[in-house]
């Protein structure tokens, strides 16, 4: 049960820190994100929609409780990077567009070792 909750907390942190820092990258317009975004064939304004998203998941991920939500910040989580990895394919970017399944893999593995607490079917056990 220890390793599981390690597993579980060191992929957690891991893909929280490189959507955090994306998303913070993204809704504070820097210059290397919005260069990125430009390459990859998106408009400007996207990059708030982006990192008000990410910052949203990342909080839902870390924060206790809401199990409902968390199942659906694992969906966004994964759409976005999954999306990033075939954005930067269709760009033309070669293996750069392998990097975003290294954070993806993380997220599988946060999603696979949660506690118990943090799956929907707590929720469903507590309104039986």
């Known amino acids: 049960m220890r390793q599981r909750s390690i597993a579980y907390w060191t992929a957690t942190v891991f893909v929280s820190c490189v959507i ?27 990059s708030n929609l982006l990192g008000v998203g990410k910052l949203a998941g990342v909080f839902v991920l ?29 760009s033309g970017d070669g293996l750069l567009a392998l990097e975003p399944l290294i954070t993806f893999g993380a997220l599988v593995i946060s999603y696979i070792c949660r506690p ?9 056990n507590q309104a039986s």
Do not use: D, N, Q
Request: aromatic share 10%; net charge positive; glycine share 10%.
């Open 20 to 46: 955090g820092v994306s998303g913070s990258l993204a809704i504070t317009h820097a210059g290397p994100m919005m260069k990125a975004l430009a390459h990859l064939g998106y408009p400007r304004y996207f």
């Open 62 to 90: 870390l924060a206790p409780g809401m199990p409902r939500l968390k199942e659906w910040a694992y969906v966004g989580c994964g759409i976005t990077i999954l999306s990033a990895s075939y954005s930067h394919y269709s």
């Open 116 to 124: 118990t607490t943090r799956r929907l079917t707590a929720l469903i």
